[in-house]
């Protein structure tokens, strides 16, 4: 008899039920599941969480704590002290979640996984408003600097 191909979708309900996780496509479409097997399914996904959540966190370190030689010093540049001090709350908030991370990754609990990724789903709306504002500003930073040097070269 063949083994039944993995269907994430399928093993995603079936632990959902049992932990009132949140819907999977709405999930899967913030944060990109790419899981081939079962084995620790919900550990797995809040990795996965935890990874994207993770990029942005050292976004928001870099401006607070930006380094000379690093890249992330011109755009730190463009953030006032009232955005550092939002950036600063955002990043304690952002640093529970990499901490309780890094307790699950070392103590792993089903029961706390599906915790975990219940709670920084519900976080994440806020979470992504915030670097939806910090990306645009960034973005801003290069483009006024392209823009000041374009007048200089033609002007």
């Known amino acids: ?10 093993e995603y309900e079936s632990i959902s039920k049992k932990y009132k996780l949140p819907d999977f496509e709405a999930l899967n479409n ?5 899981i081939e097997k079962s084995n620790f399914l919900l550990r797995n996904i809040r990795r996965r969480m935890f990874d994207k959540m993770s990029w942005f966190l050292r976004i928001v370190e870099n ?6 030689s690093h890249l992330l010093a011109y755009e730190g540049s463009f953030f006032d002290e009232e955005k550092r001090k939002e950036l600063t709350t955002l990043h304690k908030k952002m640093m529970v979640f990499d901490r309780l991370a890094l307790l699950l990754d070392t103590n792993p609990n089903d029961a706390e996984d599906a915790g975990y990724i219940k709670k920084l789903y519900k976080e994440w709306p806020s979470l992504k408003k915030s670097m939806l504002e910090i990306i645009s500003i960034i973005k801003k930073s290069w483009e006024s600097d392209l823009k000041e040097e ?3 070269y033609f002007g």
């Open 30 to 34: 913030e944060f990109e599941f790419n």
């Open 1 to 10: 008899m063949p083994k039944e191909e993995f269907n994430l979708k399928k």
């Open 150 to 152: 374009d007048e200089k």
């Open 63 to 68: 401006i607070i704590f930006p380094s000379q």
